[in-house]
């Protein structure tokens, strides 16, 4: 989660910004001072300890066969052999059907990763200007739909979106007639966006929450209009905020299943059936597994780029005031 | 109060030592035994521990397995599965150890040739003789060692009678194919998200014979039939393979490709007999036979045997078909099922009828270029 992480360094360089004070640290220490400090040490790795195992036994282990997998052999019953290694499924991947799925989830994923923010942003905005009790408050509200099972709630649109369900009847009432919107990539999309809105409004959020808003006021002060004062203030300050929430929107709706599946009626393929459709009717582990390998190095080559660029515009951005 | 718990700690203790025991014994029984197969020495009705059955979802009366339960003492582990690709993933990787499965037709003999399948003893199912002579050595498990036949349906085409008027009254895949027929439906149009079944659709369409192209290994014919798919694609609502028949009675469409029994059981539900019907296309369609099979590593072979038979029971077959609204393979449960079952000419089609069904052979490798034809369908 890259923008929890985010806190962290400012934290700790705001802890390290009061070089200052008498700092404990620079005194020589005694004895039992290093100790505590050595224990201290210790039952950090100690406690770390069951979360690096877990990640390690259900994270990087899979993460490990998959890769295996994906240079195996299928037999023509489908079995994996495990032999004769060979790219031949990585090769399949520049097949131009293929191509054309990758290319369509992540447009669809684009547009929702777009459609999120345009939402997302100015809700954000009025989350994080509210006085806190109320903030608190309408934060809950933002939880709540995920205390509801997600595949309930995808089945709840199908209903909505449905030729016979309440959208249609309304549009039918206001003379539009029926609308066939259910089972097209706009459901899928639409979906998708209120799947993921909270992934972008809470990062945007701790990003406004955070901003110093005598920032805006100086801009403001000196004679930038609202708008200047937003896009060249409060925009490049929540900078963090936006692309965080791009990658929590864009990554889990890029590989989405269930969605495109009830939603989309399974008309249009999208990478994350065609995936699963290799593990179950295809019974071609190797493709699937190749193609699941790419789809995970790409994103993390993606978010590795992206931030070294952040890194970097903090460094030389405007510094601390 | 403390004598009574320390006891009973006790003979918990006493009580794990004699599984123990028992499972040396046993352990010891099976190496010893030297039997190759742990089916032969099963009595009728024997049980050798709980059964884990792995079927098919909404395929089984609840009352059928307390019934079980109660006449053998045993209970059952029952889990379901919706695909018979996640059956087989299931058992070929061992994550869960099933005495009893219910592959259809060609997981028959996918799972003989990977030697995922036990051999049945014959003698432990004296309620084999209530089969009928029709299921008898067929094609994929010429010899009938492996499986016993559980249900059986077809594969067409539900729609309101008002989209068979509109064709014509004659029901035709045309009616999914021909963009003509098709735009004489009102409504939209869905497919079972099943390669196998829109290719085999789409070939019966053409004209081809199903065993004969996957047989003869005719790929252009395979492609023809994929062609014919992508050309349908932008013409379905969706691909369905499981509310198939709840869409069709909600009116979501007004005709869908499917099972006989998921029709038969949404008509029945909803009382949409009078306005909807499922029919087999006057070019045929797909008939298929799902089966009870014993896994190559089940633990309880025995039990296995004794539900497989207790199935083939006359009164607890035709429960199972009241049940399911598939068709059954149990010549003597006849008398048992209800008249609406067998007078429906949707789930017993009529011999001229019959005849023009054609069940799906096991593909090999055509198997690849069948999903990858409905895969550039959706493209």
Known sequence: MPWLRRVKPEAAQQTAARPDEPAPAAAPQTPAELDTQRRARRTGTLIATPGALYLLIFFMVPLGLITVYSFATRTSTGRTSLSGWNLDSYERIADDVILGIIARSAWLAFLTTVLCLIVAYPFAYYLATRPPRLRARLLVLVMIPFWTNGLVRVFAIRFLLGSNGPASALSEAMGFGTFRILFTPTAVVLGMVYGFLTFMVLPLYVALERMDWRLVEAARDLYASGAKAFWRVTVPLTRSGIVAGCVLVFVPSFGSYVVPEILGGAKTLLIGSYVARQFQAARNWPLGASLSVLIIVAMLVAVAVNQRNSANAERTGAGAP | ?379
């Not at chain 2, 098709?182 to 829109?198: N, T, Y």
């Not at chain 2, 393979?329 to 079952?341: M, V």
């Open chain 2, 1 to 379: 109060m403390s004598i009574t718990s320390q006891t009973r700690g006790r003979l918990r203790r006493y009580r794990w030592l004699a599984l123990a025991a028992t499972a040396a014994l046993l352990l010891a029984a099976c190496g010893g035994g030297g039997s190759d197969n742990a089916a032969d020495d099963c009595e009728p009705g024997e049980t050798d521990g709980d059964l884990a059955f792995y079927n098919w979802a909404d395929y089984m009366d609840e009352e059928l397995l307390l019934a079980f339960e109660e006449e053998t003492g045993i209970s059952i582990d029952y889990t379901v599965y919706e695909s018979n690709e996640q059956m087989l993933s299931q058992v070929e990787s061992e994550a869960a150890i099933y005495d009893l499965v219910v592959p259809s037709d060609y997981m028959v003999a996918l799972m003989i040739e990977e030697e995922l399948l036990l051999p049945l003893n014959y003698d432990a199912l004296p309620n084999v003789a209530n089969l009928d002579d029709a299921w008898d050595n067929p094609p994929f498990d010429p010899e009938h060692q492996y499986h016993v036949a559980y249900q059986w349906g077809t594969t067409g085409i539900g729609m309101t009678y008002d989209a068979l008027d509109a064709i014509g009254g004659e029901s035709s895949w045309a009616v999914i194919f021909d963009a003509d027929t098709a735009a004489q439906v009102p409504g939209g149009i869905s497919m079972l998200d099943d390669a196998p079944e829109a290719v085999s659709a789409a070939l019966k369409y053409l004209g081809y014979s199903i065993t004969e192209t996957i047989e003869s290994g005719n790929e252009d014919a395979i492609r023809e039939a994929g062609a014919l798919l992508k050309a349908t694609n932008d013409r379905l609502v969706k691909y369905d393979s499981v509310t198939y028949g709840d869409d069709l009675v909600n009116g979501e469409v007004d005709v869908a490709h499917g099972w006989s029994g998921g029709f038969a059981q949404a008509f029945f539900e909803t009382d949409a007999y009078e306005t909807h019907v499922y029919t087999i296309p006057v070019e045929g369609g797909v008939r298929w036979v799902d089966t009870m099979a014993i896994p190559h590593n089940a633990d309880n072979v025995c039990s296995a045997h004794a539900m497989i038979d207790f199935l083939l029971d006359a009164e607890n077959g035709a429960a199972l078909t009241n049940y399911t609204y598939y068709g059954s393979p149990n010549e003597a449960a006849t008398p048992y099922i209800l008249d609406e079952i067998l007078e429906d000419p949707g789930i017993y089609p009529p011999p001229d009828v019959y005849e023009r069904l054609e069940l799906i052979p096991q593909m090999g490798d055509l198997g690849l270029i069948v999903q990858d034809m409905l895969t550039e369908a959706k493209s």
